[in-house]
């Protein structure tokens, strides 16, 4: 069974930098083949959206907002991703979900873990 659990969020001043790890929890080489991972997130108030993803082949994608801010990394021999924050916003503030699917364009659509708070703010 794939099961995602986030981790790492918490309070984070404007400016500065978190980060956020994802285990994914049951993923073998076979599982990387075929899914894509990444983070989405839901801000107060506001839909979920995407925020980054790994593709099949390596290729990372980005929102538009976070682009050049955040860095998405993959350590495989760990099943892990992460999700760096730089140089944060207080828009940035939302619960973050790690998320799994077919592709990174529809990510929103596939499976996701619990979801981890944070907050930017001074």
Not at 21 to 47: H, M
Request: hydrophobic share 30%.
């Amino acid at each position: 069974q794939l099961q995602l659990v986030e981790s790492g969020g918490g309070l984070v001043q404007p400016g500065g930098s978190l980060g956020l790890s994802c285990a994914a929890n049951g993923f073998t080489e076979d599982t990387e083949d075929r899914y894509v991972i990444g983070w989405l997130r839901q801000a107060p108030g506001k839909e979920h959206e995407g925020v980054s993803c790994i593709d099949t082949d390596g290729t990372t994608h980005y929102s538009d907002s976070v682009k050049g801010r955040f860095t998405i990394s993959r350590a495989n021999r760990k099943n892990t991703v992460d999700l760096e924050m730089d140089n944060v916003k207080p828009e940035d503030t939302a619960v973050y979900y790690c998320a799994y699917g077919s592709s990174c364009d529809t990510l929103l659509n596939g499976s996701w873990g619990q979801g981890i708070q944070v907050t930017v703010s001074s």
